[in-house]
Nanobody, 119 residues
Framework: VQLQASGGGLVQTGGSRRLSCAAS????????MGWFRQVPGKEREFVAA??????YYADSVKGRFTISRDSAKNTVHLQMNNLKPEDTAVYYC???????????????WGQGTLVTVSS
């Protein structure tokens, strides 16, 4: 699966941003998709995943982030609301088995897109 992420940028605290990830190479419905993020010097962490209509979130983003899937466009979105400075990170799109995504080991990674939340 090839993944192309977009949507990063600079946003103020409390603001919103939507990330998108376009997938190609395999039937879109055959795998889960999700998002991870990484801050320099720290491990990449799971953010959210979408699989068979089910969604999964890290505790740190529950109630603020929403993952959605547009099957017609082979795209997954991450709507991020009420952003905080600690959300600043490079966000990576990922695809694979749902269990593997949540465990941090997806089969495919997209390039990262930087989100910077200013205080």
């Amino acid at each position: 699966v090839q993944l192309q992420a977009s949507g990063g940028g600079l946003v103020q605290t409390g603001g919103s941003r939507r990330l998108s990830c376009a997938a190609s190479g395999r039937p879109f419905g055959s795998y889960a998709m999700g998002w991870f993020r990484q801050v320099p010097g720290k491990e990449r962490e799971f953010v959210a995943a979408h699989s068979d209509g089910n969604t999964y979130y890290a505790d740190s983003v529950k109630g603020r982030f929403t993952i959605s899937r547009d099957s017609a466009k082979n795209t997954v979105h991450l709507q991020m609301n009420n952003l905080k400075p600690e959300d600043t990170a490079v966000y990576y799109c990922a695809a694979g088995l749902a269990s593997a995504l949540v465990a941090g080991s997806p089969g495919s990674w997209g390039q990262g897109t930087l989100v910077t939340v200013s205080s």
